[in-house]
């Protein structure tokens, strides 16, 4: 059972357009979402997280939007760029008493010049 | 600062081993949340330890174990491996056990069951 859903495998966009990443959650106590970046043989590096407080957090091209209703988020990448090719993993917590992390399969970024 | 650092980069063993993986934690960090990655999916949670103790645990069978030393380095044990166990382990680390805190991740081990 997913509580975290990525439902696009993979996404194509070219160099200077907006790239857009879907999530969707089912446990309505999930009360803050990340979001991660993998290139491959590296770890996941944070790129940006926003609480349910709020619906919209932006740290220079990157922006996510929540919307707690509809229980889903988007990541926002503009301009997009090469070096943004990745694998794009949302991530959501709760207040369960310790940080652990509920991923999604992530969503491959290609971005062409 | 240095950051998280995991050992081995990669591993083979037979079913019915043990293995035993290692990770450092990032400098000022006391909490290490261990996670497997199988191929195709996101990162599980196994589970956490803060300041030495484990405060928190995923859907991984007792075989899973592990520890964390005082300079909350730790260690993740798996016993009678099975081919399902193929992965990639991910360390961890943060300041704090709560909930909100940022993770900042290892390279990973790159495990396999043969």
């Known amino acids: 059972d997913q509580q975290v859903k990525q439902n696009s495998p993979s996404l194509s966009v070219q160099e200077g357009r907006i790239s857009i990443l879907n999530c969707d959650y089912t446990?309505?106590?999930?009360?803050?979402f990340l979001w991660y970046k993998k290139y491959p043989a590296e770890g996941p590096t944070f790129l940006i997280s926003?609480?349910?407080?709020?619906d919209k957090n932006e740290d220079g091209r990157f922006t996510v939007f929540l919307n707690k209703s509809a229980k889903h988020l988007s990541l926002h990448i503009v301009p997009s760029q090469p070096g943004d090719s990745a694998v794009y993993f949302c991530?959501?917590?709760?207040?369960?008493?310790?940080?652990?992390?509920?991923f999604g399969k992530g969503t491959m970024l290609l971005v062409s010049p | 600062e240095t950051g998280v650092t995991q050992s081995p980069t990669h591993l083979i063993k037979t079913r019915g081993q043990q293995v035993t993986l290692r990770c450092s934690s990032q400098?000022?960090?006391?909490?290490v949340s261990w996670y497997q990655q199988a191929l195709g999916q996101g990162p599980q949670f196994i589970f956490q330890?803060?300041?030495?103790?484990?405060?928190g645990r995923g859907n991984f069978p007792p075989r899973f174990s592990g520890l964390q030393f005082p300079n909350y380095s730790s260690e993740l044990n798996v016993n009678a491996l099975e081919l399902d166990d193929s992965a990639l382990y991910l360390c961890?680390?943060?300041?704090?056990?709560?909930?909100?805190?940022?993770?900042?991740f290892g390279q990973g081990t790159r495990l396999t069951v043969v």
């Open positions: 991530a959501a917590s709760m207040n369960s008493g310790y940080s652990t992390l509920t």
């Open positions: 961890a680390s943060s300041s704090g056990g709560g909930p909100y805190t940022e993770a900042f």
């Open positions: 400098s000022g960090h006391n909490t």
């Open positions: 926003i609480s349910s407080i709020k």
């Open positions: 330890y803060y300041r030495e103790e484990e405060n």
């Open positions: 446990n309505s106590m999930f009360d803050y």
